[in-house]
Protein backbone atom coordinates (compact mmCIF):
# COMPACT_ATOMS: atom_id res chain seq x y z
CA UNK A 1 0.00 0.00 0.00
CA UNK A 2 1.88 3.33 -1.02
CA UNK A 3 1.99 6.34 1.14
CA UNK A 4 -0.94 9.14 0.66
CA UNK A 5 0.09 12.16 0.46
CA UNK A 6 -1.39 14.76 3.41
CA UNK A 7 -4.07 17.04 1.77
CA UNK A 8 -3.09 19.47 -0.12
CA UNK A 9 0.78 18.52 -0.04
CA UNK A 10 3.25 17.69 -2.77
CA UNK A 11 5.47 15.33 -2.43
CA UNK A 12 8.40 17.50 -2.51
CA UNK A 13 7.16 19.02 0.60
CA UNK A 14 6.43 16.13 2.30
CA UNK A 15 10.06 15.14 1.61
CA UNK A 16 11.34 18.40 3.34
CA UNK A 17 9.18 18.17 5.90
CA UNK A 18 10.12 14.54 6.59
CA UNK A 19 13.89 15.69 6.23
CA UNK A 20 13.58 18.51 8.83
CA UNK A 21 11.67 15.68 11.27
CA UNK A 22 14.30 13.67 11.30
CA UNK A 23 16.73 16.24 12.50
CA UNK A 24 14.42 17.48 15.05
CA UNK A 25 13.92 14.20 16.81
CA UNK A 26 16.53 12.01 15.50
CA UNK A 27 15.86 9.07 12.36
CA UNK A 28 15.05 6.73 14.45
CA UNK A 29 11.44 8.19 15.51
CA UNK A 30 10.19 9.01 11.82
CA UNK A 31 8.62 6.37 10.74
CA UNK A 32 7.60 5.99 6.92
CA UNK A 33 7.90 2.31 6.04
CA UNK A 34 4.75 0.26 4.93
CA UNK A 35 4.49 -1.68 8.00
CA UNK A 36 5.47 1.07 10.67
CA UNK A 37 2.59 3.44 8.55
CA UNK A 38 -0.35 0.08 8.92
CA UNK A 39 0.33 0.17 12.68
CA UNK A 40 -1.05 3.80 12.82
CA UNK A 41 -4.43 2.43 10.70
CA UNK A 42 -7.60 2.35 12.75
CA UNK A 43 -8.02 -0.85 14.02
CA UNK A 44 -11.51 -0.37 14.56
CA UNK A 45 -12.45 1.13 10.71
CA UNK A 46 -16.10 1.76 9.73
CA UNK A 47 -14.95 0.28 6.00
CA UNK A 48 -11.78 0.69 4.35
CA UNK A 49 -8.87 1.74 7.02
CA UNK A 50 -6.90 3.47 3.99
CA UNK A 51 -9.97 5.95 4.36
CA UNK A 52 -7.10 7.45 7.20
CA UNK A 53 -4.22 6.16 6.50
CA UNK A 54 -1.37 8.33 7.52
CA UNK A 55 1.72 9.63 5.44
CA UNK A 56 4.06 8.54 8.31
CA UNK A 57 4.77 9.50 12.14
CA UNK A 58 6.63 11.77 13.84
CA UNK A 59 7.18 11.38 17.79
CA UNK A 60 8.91 14.17 19.61
CA UNK A 61 10.35 13.34 23.11
CA UNK A 62 9.83 17.03 24.38
CA UNK A 63 8.58 20.41 24.04
CA UNK A 64 11.82 21.50 22.32
CA UNK A 65 11.49 18.73 19.49
CA UNK A 66 7.71 19.11 19.17
CA UNK A 67 8.55 22.96 18.49
CA UNK A 68 10.94 22.49 15.88
CA UNK A 69 8.62 19.42 14.69
CA UNK A 70 5.71 22.41 14.17
CA UNK A 71 8.12 24.75 12.79
CA UNK A 72 8.79 22.40 9.86
CA UNK A 73 5.28 21.41 9.51
CA UNK A 74 4.80 25.41 9.09
CA UNK A 75 7.39 25.85 6.97
CA UNK A 76 6.24 23.16 4.46
CA UNK A 77 2.47 22.85 5.23
CA UNK A 78 2.20 19.50 6.25
CA UNK A 79 -0.34 18.66 8.29
CA UNK A 80 0.27 16.76 11.60
CA UNK A 81 -2.52 14.41 14.10
CA UNK A 82 -1.03 14.82 17.41
CA UNK A 83 -2.08 11.35 19.53
CA UNK A 84 -1.31 10.93 23.33
CA UNK A 85 -1.77 7.43 23.46
CA UNK A 86 -3.04 6.98 20.02
CA UNK A 87 -5.61 4.22 21.66
CA UNK A 88 -9.15 6.39 21.15
CA UNK A 89 -10.43 2.94 20.12
CA UNK A 90 -13.78 3.17 18.58
CA UNK A 91 -13.85 6.68 17.30
CA UNK A 92 -10.33 6.31 15.00
CA UNK A 93 -7.39 4.90 17.40
CA UNK A 94 -4.40 7.00 16.42
CA UNK A 95 -5.64 7.55 12.61
CA UNK A 96 -6.17 11.13 11.16
CA UNK A 97 -9.93 12.17 10.34
CA UNK A 98 -8.00 13.15 6.68
CA UNK A 99 -6.15 11.14 4.83
CA UNK A 100 -2.63 11.29 4.95
CA UNK A 101 -2.14 13.80 7.60
CA UNK A 102 1.28 13.03 9.71
CA UNK A 103 0.48 11.29 13.10
CA UNK A 104 2.12 13.13 15.64
CA UNK A 105 2.87 10.92 18.56
CA UNK A 106 3.80 11.81 21.85
CA UNK A 107 3.77 8.93 23.43
CA UNK A 108 7.28 9.63 24.30
CA UNK A 109 6.20 12.47 26.34
CA UNK A 110 5.41 10.24 29.37
CA UNK A 111 6.37 11.98 32.64
CA UNK A 112 3.99 11.83 35.42
CA UNK A 113 5.16 15.34 36.73
CA UNK A 114 3.48 15.27 39.99
CA UNK A 115 1.39 14.17 42.13
CA UNK A 116 0.20 15.82 45.56
CA UNK A 117 -1.35 14.21 47.88
CA UNK A 118 -2.10 17.07 49.97
CA UNK A 119 -4.27 19.52 47.26
CA UNK A 120 -5.54 15.97 45.11
CA UNK A 121 -3.90 16.65 42.18
CA UNK A 122 -1.49 14.87 39.05
CA UNK A 123 0.05 16.75 36.44
CA UNK A 124 0.63 14.22 33.50
CA UNK A 125 2.07 14.48 29.91
CA UNK A 126 0.01 12.66 27.18
CA UNK A 127 2.23 9.28 27.32
CA UNK A 128 0.68 8.60 30.37
CA UNK A 129 -1.39 5.55 30.68
CA UNK A 130 -4.05 4.09 33.07
CA UNK A 131 -1.72 1.34 33.78
CA UNK A 132 1.10 4.00 34.41
CA UNK A 133 -0.61 5.82 35.63
CA UNK A 134 -2.46 3.43 38.50
CA UNK A 135 1.16 2.11 38.78
CA UNK A 136 2.73 5.12 40.36
CA UNK A 137 -0.36 5.55 42.38
CA UNK A 138 0.29 2.32 43.84
CA UNK A 139 4.17 2.26 44.09
CA UNK A 140 3.64 5.75 46.70
CA UNK A 141 0.42 3.94 48.48
CA UNK A 142 -1.32 6.70 47.40
CA UNK A 143 -4.25 7.89 49.38
CA UNK A 144 -5.91 9.28 46.25
CA UNK A 145 -7.93 7.13 43.50
CA UNK A 146 -7.37 7.10 39.78
CA UNK A 147 -11.07 7.57 37.82
CA UNK A 148 -10.33 5.54 34.89
CA UNK A 149 -11.73 5.03 31.53
CA UNK A 150 -12.94 1.72 29.87
CA UNK A 151 -9.67 0.74 29.04
CA UNK A 152 -6.83 1.21 30.47
CA UNK A 153 -4.45 1.17 27.06
CA UNK A 154 -5.64 4.78 26.79
CA UNK A 155 -4.23 7.77 28.07
CA UNK A 156 -4.86 9.89 31.21
CA UNK A 157 -4.64 13.26 29.49
CA UNK A 158 -6.05 12.22 25.71
CA UNK A 159 -9.10 10.35 28.05
CA UNK A 160 -10.42 13.50 30.04
CA UNK A 161 -8.99 15.95 26.55
CA UNK A 162 -11.44 13.82 24.46
CA UNK A 163 -14.46 14.42 27.15
CA UNK A 164 -14.22 10.53 28.47
CA UNK A 165 -16.03 9.50 31.66
CA UNK A 166 -15.46 7.52 34.61
CA UNK A 167 -17.14 5.73 36.96
CA UNK A 168 -16.13 8.01 40.42
CA UNK A 169 -17.45 10.94 41.45
CA UNK A 170 -14.50 12.90 39.50
CA UNK A 171 -16.42 10.76 36.44
CA UNK A 172 -16.73 13.68 34.36
CA UNK A 173 -12.81 13.51 33.75
CA UNK A 174 -13.02 16.83 31.86
CA UNK A 175 -14.74 18.72 34.21
CA UNK A 176 -11.46 17.30 36.68
CA UNK A 177 -8.87 19.26 34.50
CA UNK A 178 -7.15 22.10 35.96
CA UNK A 179 -4.63 24.17 34.52
CA UNK A 180 -2.92 22.93 30.98
CA UNK A 181 0.82 23.69 28.90
CA UNK A 182 0.22 23.73 25.74
CA UNK A 183 2.10 24.88 22.18
CA UNK A 184 0.69 26.59 19.58
CA UNK A 185 1.10 25.77 16.40
CA UNK A 186 3.49 28.51 15.94
CA UNK A 187 5.64 26.87 18.83
CA UNK A 188 4.31 29.37 21.52
CA UNK A 189 4.46 27.76 24.87
CA UNK A 190 1.46 28.59 27.13
CA UNK A 191 0.64 27.92 30.54
CA UNK A 192 -3.41 28.20 31.30
CA UNK A 193 -4.92 29.54 34.33
CA UNK A 194 -2.51 30.55 37.11
CA UNK A 195 0.19 28.60 35.40
CA UNK A 196 0.73 32.03 33.76
CA UNK A 197 1.99 33.35 36.94
CA UNK A 198 5.81 32.70 37.55
CA UNK A 199 6.05 30.65 40.53
CA UNK A 200 2.76 30.07 41.21
CA UNK A 201 1.74 27.30 43.18
CA UNK A 202 -1.58 27.67 42.19
CA UNK A 203 -2.03 26.16 38.95
CA UNK A 204 -3.41 22.76 39.60
CA UNK A 205 -5.59 24.61 42.97
CA UNK A 206 -8.38 27.18 41.17
CA UNK A 207 -9.94 26.69 37.90
CA UNK A 208 -10.74 30.08 37.59
CA UNK A 209 -7.93 32.31 36.66
CA UNK A 210 -8.35 36.37 36.27
CA UNK A 211 -9.09 36.21 32.49
CA UNK A 212 -10.90 33.31 30.64
CA UNK A 213 -10.78 29.93 31.50
CA UNK A 214 -9.10 28.78 28.56
CA UNK A 215 -8.86 24.85 29.33
CA UNK A 216 -12.11 23.61 27.87
CA UNK A 217 -11.16 25.32 24.32
CA UNK A 218 -8.38 22.97 24.24
CA UNK A 219 -10.23 19.99 24.79
CA UNK A 220 -11.95 18.10 21.90
CA UNK A 221 -10.14 20.77 19.49
CA UNK A 222 -7.48 21.44 17.43
CA UNK A 223 -6.07 24.93 18.88
CA UNK A 224 -3.31 23.77 20.11
CA UNK A 225 -0.86 20.78 21.33
CA UNK A 226 -1.51 20.03 25.05
CA UNK A 227 2.29 18.91 26.82
CA UNK A 228 1.17 19.24 30.47
CA UNK A 229 -2.44 18.61 31.89
CA UNK A 230 -3.50 18.86 35.62
CA UNK A 231 -6.31 16.50 36.96
CA UNK A 232 -7.79 16.70 40.52
CA UNK A 233 -7.99 13.28 42.40
CA UNK A 234 -10.56 12.31 44.73
CA UNK A 235 -9.15 11.30 48.21
CA UNK A 236 -9.83 7.64 48.96
CA UNK A 237 -13.79 7.66 50.42
CA UNK A 238 -14.70 5.98 53.86
CA UNK A 239 -16.95 3.68 51.91
CA UNK A 240 -18.57 2.91 48.50
CA UNK A 241 -21.84 0.58 47.56
CA UNK A 242 -22.34 -0.74 44.45
CA UNK A 243 -26.12 -1.04 42.94
CA UNK A 244 -27.80 -2.90 40.25
CA UNK A 245 -31.67 -2.00 39.87
CA UNK A 246 -34.03 -3.76 37.24
CA UNK A 247 -37.04 -2.69 36.02
CA UNK A 248 -39.11 -5.16 34.10
CA UNK A 249 -40.88 -3.96 31.22
CA UNK A 250 -39.29 -2.17 28.13
CA UNK A 251 -42.15 0.33 28.84
CA UNK A 252 -40.34 1.57 32.13
CA UNK A 253 -37.48 3.59 30.87
CA UNK A 254 -39.17 6.98 31.50
CA UNK A 255 -40.00 5.96 34.94
CA UNK A 256 -36.52 4.52 35.53
CA UNK A 257 -35.16 8.05 34.44
CA UNK A 258 -37.17 10.20 36.20
CA UNK A 259 -37.00 8.24 39.37
CA UNK A 260 -32.60 8.20 39.06
CA UNK A 261 -33.16 11.95 38.64
CA UNK A 262 -33.29 13.31 41.78
CA UNK A 263 -30.94 11.14 43.66
CA UNK A 264 -28.36 12.08 41.07
CA UNK A 265 -29.19 16.10 41.05
CA UNK A 266 -28.94 15.73 44.94
CA UNK A 267 -25.71 13.83 44.78
CA UNK A 268 -27.15 10.93 46.51
CA UNK A 269 -26.01 9.00 43.64
CA UNK A 270 -22.64 10.95 43.37
CA UNK A 271 -20.98 8.95 40.10
CA UNK A 272 -22.07 7.75 36.99
CA UNK A 273 -24.82 5.10 36.51
CA UNK A 274 -25.71 3.13 33.83
CA UNK A 275 -28.92 1.94 31.92
CA UNK A 276 -28.48 -1.13 29.65
CA UNK A 277 -31.17 -2.29 27.66
CA UNK A 278 -31.99 -5.67 26.93
CA UNK A 279 -29.60 -6.13 23.81
CA UNK A 280 -26.83 -4.88 25.70
CA UNK A 281 -27.44 -7.15 28.83
CA UNK A 282 -27.99 -10.25 26.43
CA UNK A 283 -24.22 -10.23 25.77
CA UNK A 284 -23.01 -10.79 29.10
CA UNK A 285 -21.20 -14.44 28.75
CA UNK A 286 -22.84 -14.96 25.51
CA UNK A 287 -21.60 -15.43 21.95
CA UNK A 288 -23.56 -13.82 19.35
CA UNK A 289 -24.29 -17.41 17.63
CA UNK A 290 -25.72 -18.77 21.22
CA UNK A 291 -28.86 -16.24 20.81
CA UNK A 292 -28.99 -15.94 17.41
CA UNK A 293 -28.27 -17.65 13.98
CA UNK A 294 -30.35 -15.82 11.48
CA UNK A 295 -29.83 -12.98 9.35
CA UNK A 296 -29.93 -9.45 10.52
CA UNK A 297 -30.57 -7.98 14.05
CA UNK A 298 -31.31 -10.20 16.78
CA UNK A 299 -35.20 -9.72 16.67
CA UNK A 300 -36.43 -8.25 20.38
CA UNK A 301 -38.11 -11.31 21.20
CA UNK A 302 -35.44 -13.21 21.08
CA UNK A 303 -33.85 -11.07 23.96
CA UNK A 304 -36.43 -10.34 25.95
CA UNK A 305 -36.99 -14.50 26.17
CA UNK A 306 -33.19 -15.02 27.36
CA UNK A 307 -33.52 -12.30 30.02
CA UNK A 308 -37.01 -13.75 31.15
CA UNK A 309 -34.96 -17.00 31.42
CA UNK A 310 -32.06 -15.81 33.53
CA UNK A 311 -34.65 -13.09 36.12
CA UNK A 312 -33.76 -10.50 34.39
CA UNK A 313 -35.25 -6.66 33.33
CA UNK A 314 -35.29 -5.33 30.18
CA UNK A 315 -33.44 -2.16 31.64
CA UNK A 316 -30.88 -2.98 34.10
CA UNK A 317 -28.77 0.04 36.34
CA UNK A 318 -25.54 0.02 38.10
CA UNK A 319 -23.74 2.80 39.01
CA UNK A 320 -21.80 2.73 42.66
CA UNK A 321 -21.54 5.47 45.33
CA UNK A 322 -18.96 7.04 47.80
CA UNK A 323 -19.25 8.16 50.94
CA UNK A 324 -16.17 10.17 52.73
CA UNK A 325 -17.66 9.75 56.43
CA UNK A 326 -17.76 6.70 58.95
CA UNK A 327 -21.27 5.06 58.55
CA UNK A 328 -22.45 7.60 55.69
CA UNK A 329 -22.65 5.15 53.10
CA UNK A 330 -25.19 3.43 55.06
CA UNK A 331 -27.48 6.37 54.90
CA UNK A 332 -26.87 6.63 51.38
CA UNK A 333 -28.04 3.31 50.80
CA UNK A 334 -31.16 3.64 52.96
CA UNK A 335 -31.94 6.75 51.09
CA UNK A 336 -31.94 5.29 46.96
CA UNK A 337 -34.01 1.66 48.59
CA UNK A 338 -36.58 3.95 49.99
CA UNK A 339 -36.96 6.64 47.04
CA UNK A 340 -37.09 3.38 44.91
CA UNK A 341 -39.69 1.82 47.05
CA UNK A 342 -41.61 4.80 47.03
CA UNK A 343 -41.41 5.51 43.14
CA UNK A 344 -40.57 2.75 41.67
CA UNK A 345 -41.51 -0.20 43.90
CA UNK A 346 -41.78 -2.54 41.30
CA UNK A 347 -38.01 -2.32 40.82
CA UNK A 348 -35.96 -4.96 41.91
CA UNK A 349 -32.45 -3.84 44.17
CA UNK A 350 -29.31 -5.05 44.95
CA UNK A 351 -26.66 -3.93 46.58
CA UNK A 352 -23.21 -4.72 47.99
CA UNK A 353 -20.86 -2.69 50.56
CA UNK A 354 -17.45 -1.75 50.78
CA UNK A 355 -15.48 0.31 53.89
CA UNK A 356 -12.41 1.60 54.26
CA UNK A 357 -9.78 -1.47 55.23
CA UNK A 358 -11.90 -4.12 53.52
CA UNK A 359 -9.86 -5.78 50.28
CA UNK A 360 -10.91 -3.72 47.20
CA UNK A 361 -13.23 -6.13 45.13
CA UNK A 362 -13.81 -5.92 40.92
CA UNK A 363 -17.02 -3.77 41.23
CA UNK A 364 -15.41 -0.72 43.06
CA UNK A 365 -13.44 -0.58 39.53
CA UNK A 366 -10.64 0.41 40.78
CA UNK A 367 -8.17 -1.94 39.14
CA UNK A 368 -6.73 -1.73 35.75
CA UNK A 369 -9.32 -3.07 32.76
CA UNK A 370 -9.62 -3.91 28.95
CA UNK A 371 -13.11 -4.94 29.76
CA UNK A 372 -14.33 -3.27 26.44
CA UNK A 373 -12.73 -5.84 24.45
CA UNK A 374 -15.22 -8.41 26.00
CA UNK A 375 -17.70 -7.15 23.03
CA UNK A 376 -15.87 -6.41 19.94
CA UNK A 377 -15.87 -9.46 18.23
CA UNK A 378 -20.17 -10.22 18.72
CA UNK A 379 -20.64 -10.15 14.80
CA UNK A 380 -17.15 -11.93 14.09
CA UNK A 381 -14.05 -11.70 13.84
CA UNK A 382 -12.25 -9.39 12.73
CA UNK A 383 -14.84 -7.50 15.22
CA UNK A 384 -14.75 -3.65 15.59
CA UNK A 385 -17.08 -0.95 17.31
CA UNK A 386 -18.14 2.32 16.98
CA UNK A 387 -20.74 4.51 18.40
CA UNK A 388 -23.43 7.25 18.51
CA UNK A 389 -23.15 9.31 21.25
CA UNK A 390 -26.12 11.60 21.53
CA UNK A 391 -26.10 13.44 25.23
CA UNK A 392 -30.25 13.54 26.38
CA UNK A 393 -31.14 16.28 28.98
CA UNK A 394 -32.46 13.25 31.82
CA UNK A 395 -36.28 13.56 31.48
CA UNK A 396 -37.52 10.32 30.72
CA UNK A 397 -39.89 11.49 27.94
CA UNK A 398 -36.96 13.14 26.11
CA UNK A 399 -34.76 10.09 27.06
CA UNK A 400 -37.42 7.62 25.77
CA UNK A 401 -38.43 9.43 22.62
CA UNK A 402 -34.42 9.48 21.64
CA UNK A 403 -34.00 5.79 22.63
CA UNK A 404 -37.08 4.29 20.75
CA UNK A 405 -35.40 6.22 17.47
CA UNK A 406 -32.27 4.49 18.61
CA UNK A 407 -33.65 0.83 18.43
CA UNK A 408 -36.00 1.41 15.63
CA UNK A 409 -33.32 2.60 12.91
CA UNK A 410 -30.42 0.04 14.38
CA UNK A 411 -32.90 -3.25 13.87
CA UNK A 412 -34.13 -1.73 9.89
CA UNK A 413 -30.57 -1.33 9.58
CA UNK A 414 -29.64 -5.20 10.74
CA UNK A 415 -27.39 -3.82 13.58
CA UNK A 416 -27.94 -5.29 17.07
CA UNK A 417 -28.86 -1.91 18.99
CA UNK A 418 -26.84 -2.65 21.89
CA UNK A 419 -27.40 0.60 23.85
CA UNK A 420 -26.13 1.61 27.57
CA UNK A 421 -26.88 5.25 28.77
CA UNK A 422 -24.64 6.95 31.03
CA UNK A 423 -26.18 9.28 33.90
CA UNK A 424 -23.27 12.27 33.44
CA UNK A 425 -24.00 14.40 36.18
CA UNK A 426 -27.68 14.67 37.33
CA UNK A 427 -28.79 16.74 34.02
CA UNK A 428 -28.04 14.85 31.05
CA UNK A 429 -27.34 11.14 29.79
CA UNK A 430 -25.07 10.21 27.16
CA UNK A 431 -26.28 7.67 25.03
CA UNK A 432 -23.82 4.80 23.65
CA UNK A 433 -25.57 3.21 20.79
CA UNK A 434 -22.54 0.62 19.92
CA UNK A 435 -22.59 -0.54 16.47
CA UNK A 436 -20.47 -3.87 16.11
CA UNK A 437 -19.37 -4.57 13.12
CA UNK A 438 -17.34 -7.45 11.34
CA UNK A 439 -14.65 -5.10 9.65
CA UNK A 440 -14.58 -7.06 6.65
CA UNK A 441 -17.94 -7.64 5.63
CA UNK A 442 -18.53 -3.94 3.53
CA UNK A 443 -22.02 -4.30 3.62
CA UNK A 444 -21.91 -4.17 6.96
CA UNK A 445 -19.56 -1.09 7.61
CA UNK A 446 -21.70 0.25 5.03
CA UNK A 447 -25.07 0.06 6.89
CA UNK A 448 -23.56 1.48 10.15
CA UNK A 449 -22.00 4.81 8.24
CA UNK A 450 -25.83 5.02 7.14
CA UNK A 451 -27.30 4.44 10.39
CA UNK A 452 -25.13 6.55 12.15
CA UNK A 453 -25.60 9.69 9.36
CA UNK A 454 -29.21 9.08 9.14
CA UNK A 455 -29.30 8.91 12.99
CA UNK A 456 -27.42 12.35 13.06
CA UNK A 457 -29.84 13.61 11.36
CA UNK A 458 -32.81 12.79 12.74
CA UNK A 459 -31.51 13.54 16.38
CA UNK A 460 -30.57 17.24 14.98
CA UNK A 461 -34.05 17.52 14.16
CA UNK A 462 -35.16 16.83 17.43
CA UNK A 463 -32.49 19.39 18.56
CA UNK A 464 -29.81 16.88 19.87
CA UNK A 465 -25.98 17.06 19.78
CA UNK A 466 -23.43 14.38 20.08
CA UNK A 467 -20.86 14.16 22.97
CA UNK A 468 -18.24 12.48 20.64
CA UNK A 469 -17.46 11.11 17.05
CA UNK A 470 -15.09 8.46 15.47
CA UNK A 471 -13.26 10.60 12.84
CA UNK A 472 -15.74 9.33 9.89
CA UNK A 473 -18.39 11.51 11.37
CA UNK A 474 -16.65 14.59 12.66
CA UNK A 475 -18.12 16.21 10.02
CA UNK A 476 -21.54 15.02 10.42
CA UNK A 477 -21.27 15.85 13.97
CA UNK A 478 -20.55 19.24 13.37
CA UNK A 479 -22.97 20.00 10.54
CA UNK A 480 -25.68 19.26 13.59
CA UNK A 481 -24.73 22.98 15.36
CA UNK A 482 -26.80 24.87 13.11
CA UNK A 483 -28.14 27.98 15.80
CA UNK A 484 -27.81 31.41 13.78
CA UNK A 485 -26.75 29.87 10.77
CA UNK A 486 -25.33 32.47 7.96
CA UNK A 487 -24.18 31.19 4.66
CA UNK A 488 -25.06 27.57 5.67
CA UNK A 489 -22.60 27.71 8.51
CA UNK A 490 -24.11 27.64 12.50
CA UNK A 491 -22.44 30.67 14.44
CA UNK A 492 -20.35 28.20 16.41
CA UNK A 493 -18.72 26.36 13.96
CA UNK A 494 -17.82 29.39 12.25
CA UNK A 495 -16.64 30.86 15.65
CA UNK A 496 -14.55 27.57 16.12
CA UNK A 497 -13.19 27.82 12.35
CA UNK A 498 -11.86 32.07 13.28
CA UNK A 499 -9.84 30.86 16.03
CA UNK A 500 -8.98 28.64 14.21
CA UNK A 501 -7.71 30.67 11.30
CA UNK A 502 -5.75 33.08 13.74
CA UNK A 503 -4.15 30.42 16.26
CA UNK A 504 -3.39 28.09 13.10
CA UNK A 505 -3.24 30.03 10.02
CA UNK A 506 -1.55 27.22 7.84
CA UNK A 507 -4.33 24.70 9.26
CA UNK A 508 -1.29 22.36 10.46
CA UNK A 509 -2.79 21.08 13.61
CA UNK A 510 -5.24 18.22 13.39
CA UNK A 511 -7.55 19.46 10.41
CA UNK A 512 -10.76 18.11 10.39
CA UNK A 513 -10.66 17.29 14.02
CA UNK A 514 -13.99 17.96 15.18
CA UNK A 515 -15.04 18.84 11.91
CA UNK A 516 -13.05 21.85 13.13
CA UNK A 517 -10.85 23.29 9.59
CA UNK A 518 -11.49 20.28 7.29
CA UNK A 519 -13.32 22.62 4.50
CA UNK A 520 -9.72 24.29 4.57
CA UNK A 521 -7.57 21.53 4.32
CA UNK B 1 -3.26 -26.86 15.08
CA UNK B 2 0.02 -26.83 12.85
CA UNK B 3 -2.32 -26.66 9.71
CA UNK B 4 -3.93 -23.33 11.11
CA UNK B 5 -0.90 -21.66 11.88
CA UNK B 6 1.53 -22.43 8.83
CA UNK B 7 -1.87 -20.60 6.65
CA UNK B 8 -1.96 -18.02 8.71
CA UNK B 9 2.04 -17.68 8.36
CA UNK B 10 1.90 -18.08 4.88
CA UNK B 11 -0.64 -15.35 4.47
CA UNK B 12 1.72 -12.67 6.18
CA UNK B 13 3.48 -10.14 3.57
CA UNK B 14 6.91 -11.66 4.84
CA UNK B 15 8.83 -8.49 3.02
CA UNK B 16 7.18 -5.96 5.34
CA UNK B 17 8.10 -7.60 8.52
CA UNK B 18 12.25 -7.89 8.44
CA UNK B 19 13.46 -7.16 12.13
CA UNK B 20 15.19 -3.83 13.19
CA UNK B 21 18.58 -4.69 12.32
CA UNK B 22 19.78 -1.35 12.53
CA UNK B 23 18.34 -0.47 16.01
CA UNK B 24 20.12 -0.40 19.47
CA UNK B 25 19.67 -3.61 21.57
CA UNK B 26 16.25 -3.65 23.61
CA UNK B 27 16.09 -1.77 26.73
CA UNK B 28 13.62 -4.56 27.90
CA UNK B 29 13.63 -7.94 27.42
CA UNK B 30 11.12 -9.89 25.65
CA UNK B 31 9.75 -10.87 29.16
CA UNK B 32 9.52 -7.89 30.16
CA UNK B 33 7.47 -6.51 27.32
CA UNK B 34 5.38 -9.62 27.70
CA UNK B 35 4.30 -8.43 31.63
CA UNK B 36 4.33 -4.86 30.30
CA UNK B 37 2.16 -5.06 27.43
CA UNK B 38 0.59 -8.63 26.56
CA UNK B 39 -0.79 -10.21 29.79
CA UNK B 40 -3.69 -8.20 30.53
CA UNK B 41 -5.39 -9.77 27.38
CA UNK B 42 -2.90 -13.04 27.20
CA UNK B 43 -2.98 -14.39 30.70
CA UNK B 44 -5.22 -17.14 31.55
CA UNK B 45 -8.69 -15.12 31.61
CA UNK B 46 -7.69 -12.32 29.39
CA UNK B 47 -10.49 -11.56 26.77
CA UNK B 48 -7.85 -12.19 24.16
CA UNK B 49 -7.26 -16.16 25.65
CA UNK B 50 -11.07 -16.39 25.55
CA UNK B 51 -11.40 -15.17 22.12
CA UNK B 52 -8.56 -17.26 21.15
CA UNK B 53 -9.86 -20.74 22.76
CA UNK B 54 -13.25 -19.98 20.03
CA UNK B 55 -10.81 -20.70 17.21
CA UNK B 56 -7.17 -22.76 18.78
CA UNK B 57 -7.19 -26.60 19.89
CA UNK B 58 -7.78 -27.11 23.56
CA UNK B 59 -5.04 -25.59 26.28
CA UNK B 60 -3.51 -23.95 23.20
CA UNK B 61 -5.55 -20.30 23.91
CA UNK B 62 -2.96 -18.68 26.66
CA UNK B 63 -0.06 -17.95 25.16
CA UNK B 64 2.42 -19.18 27.56
CA UNK B 65 0.85 -22.59 27.24
CA UNK B 66 0.97 -22.84 23.31
CA UNK B 67 2.94 -25.35 22.27
CA UNK B 68 4.35 -23.67 18.64
CA UNK B 69 4.15 -19.58 18.50
CA UNK B 70 6.33 -18.66 15.34
CA UNK B 71 8.43 -15.88 15.74
CA UNK B 72 7.08 -14.01 12.44
CA UNK B 73 3.07 -14.70 13.92
CA UNK B 74 3.83 -12.76 17.06
CA UNK B 75 5.65 -9.96 14.87
CA UNK B 76 2.29 -9.73 12.27
CA UNK B 77 0.25 -9.79 15.24
CA UNK B 78 1.97 -6.98 17.38
CA UNK B 79 2.37 -4.67 14.10
CA UNK B 80 -0.48 -5.25 12.15
CA UNK B 81 -3.13 -6.78 14.67
CA UNK B 82 -4.81 -10.41 14.08
CA UNK B 83 -8.39 -11.07 14.31
CA UNK B 84 -9.85 -8.77 16.33
CA UNK B 85 -6.84 -7.60 18.17
CA UNK B 86 -5.58 -3.97 17.69
CA UNK B 87 -1.91 -3.40 16.55
CA UNK B 88 0.92 -1.78 18.56
CA UNK B 89 3.06 0.83 17.11
CA UNK B 90 6.87 1.48 16.89
CA UNK B 91 6.26 4.15 19.97
CA UNK B 92 5.13 1.48 22.24
CA UNK B 93 7.58 -1.81 21.14
CA UNK B 94 10.21 -0.61 19.10
CA UNK B 95 11.32 -3.37 16.05
CA UNK B 96 13.78 -4.36 18.28
CA UNK B 97 11.88 -5.07 21.35
CA UNK B 98 9.44 -6.86 19.44
CA UNK B 99 12.52 -9.01 17.93
CA UNK B 100 13.43 -9.61 21.59
CA UNK B 101 9.37 -10.57 22.46
CA UNK B 102 9.10 -12.96 19.58
CA UNK B 103 12.34 -14.92 20.29
CA UNK B 104 11.21 -15.15 23.92
CA UNK B 105 8.16 -16.76 23.27
CA UNK B 106 9.24 -18.68 20.40
CA UNK B 107 12.02 -20.07 22.81
CA UNK B 108 9.61 -20.44 25.73
CA UNK B 109 7.20 -22.57 24.29
CA UNK B 110 10.07 -24.66 22.72
CA UNK B 111 11.23 -24.94 26.07
Given at each position: MSAPL????????LDAAL?????????????????????????????????????AAVAPANTDQLAQVLAAANAHKVPVWPVSMGKNLAYGTAAPALRGTVVLDLKRMNRIVEINEDLGYAVVEPGVSYFDFKAELDRRQSNLWMSGAAHSWGSVMGNALEHGVGYTPYGIHAETICGMEVMLADGTLVRTGFGAIEGSQEWQAFKWPFGPNWDGVFTQSNFAVVTKLGLWLMPQPEGMAGFTISVPAKGDLARLVDTLRPLRLDDTINATYTIANAWRQSTGGAQRSDLWQGEGAIPEEVVTRRLAERGRGWWNVIFNVFDHVPGGIDLRIDKINRHFAAHFPQASIEHTRWVKGEPQQAWMRQDVSLAPFGIVDWRGSPGGHSDFGPVVAAVGSRVTQVYELIERRFLEHGLDPWVGMFGMGGRALIFVADMLYKRDDPEMTAACQRLFRTLCREVSAMGVGLYRSHITFMDDAEAMHTWNAQDGQGALPALNERLKACLDPNNILAPGKQGIGSARA | MKLTITLAVGALALSTLAAGAQEAPPSRTGEDIFAQRCVFCHDARGWGTRSLARRTPPDQAELLEREVLPEILVRHAVRRGIGSMPQFTPTEISDAELDALARWLATRNAD
Amino acid sequence: MSAPLPPGTSQAALDAALEAFRAAVGPQWVFTSEADRASYLDPFSIGDPDAHATAAAVAPANTDQLAQVLAAANAHKVPVWPVSMGKNLAYGTAAPALRGTVVLDLKRMNRIVEINEDLGYAVVEPGVSYFDFKAELDRRQSNLWMSGAAHSWGSVMGNALEHGVGYTPYGIHAETICGMEVMLADGTLVRTGFGAIEGSQEWQAFKWPFGPNWDGVFTQSNFAVVTKLGLWLMPQPEGMAGFTISVPAKGDLARLVDTLRPLRLDDTINATYTIANAWRQSTGGAQRSDLWQGEGAIPEEVVTRRLAERGRGWWNVIFNVFDHVPGGIDLRIDKINRHFAAHFPQASIEHTRWVKGEPQQAWMRQDVSLAPFGIVDWRGSPGGHSDFGPVVAAVGSRVTQVYELIERRFLEHGLDPWVGMFGMGGRALIFVADMLYKRDDPEMTAACQRLFRTLCREVSAMGVGLYRSHITFMDDAEAMHTWNAQDGQGALPALNERLKACLDPNNILAPGKQGIGSARA
Amino acid sequence: MKLTITLAVGALALSTLAAGAQEAPPSRTGEDIFAQRCVFCHDARGWGTRSLARRTPPDQAELLEREVLPEILVRHAVRRGIGSMPQFTPTEISDAELDALARWLATRNAD
